[in-house]
């Protein structure tokens, strides 16, 4: 029997795939558990405008990622904090100090998951942050710590 897998099945496939299972397995166990459905015609012609659909909304996050990650290029962002003898800081500026001052100062919402800290600044002065906004879009964000 054809089927349309709704979900991972280990061993059969991921979720959207059309696969060749045996009758017993697909009507005891894929069908009844809601973990596939008959592969007919209309049930093909319905997951491939699914799959059109998502390929579309993919595309418009992609589109909207490197529209973010080229208006970062430019940027800098300022924070401002106490710090104490020899530019150390008393605390220290997290991917959220980052985020949030970038949505301050310049209207830009970005996950704070997305920007890129080896480890949190703790000194004075100029860093270049990664941000990862998309899977193969990145973009570089300088990021400038003052008292």
Known sequence: MIVILKRDVKGSGKAGDIVKVNDGYARNMLIPRGWA???TKGNVHTLEK????????EAARKA?????????????????????????????????????????????????KKIQLPQPIKAMGSFE???????????RLNVKVTD
């Open 64 to 112: 909207a990622a490197e529209s973010t990650a080229e208006k970062l290029r430019d940027l800098e962002v300022v924070i401002r904090t106490k710090a104490g003898e020899g530019g150390r800081l008393f605390g220290s500026i997290t991917s959220r100090d980052i985020a949030e001052a970038l949505k301050e100062q310049h209207d830009i919402s970005v996950d704070k």
């Open 50 to 57: 699914v799959k059109e659909k998502q390929a579309e909304e």
């Open 37 to 39: 459905i008959e592969a």
């Open 129 to 139: 942050i990664n941000v990862k906004l998309y899977p193969e879009v990145a973009a």
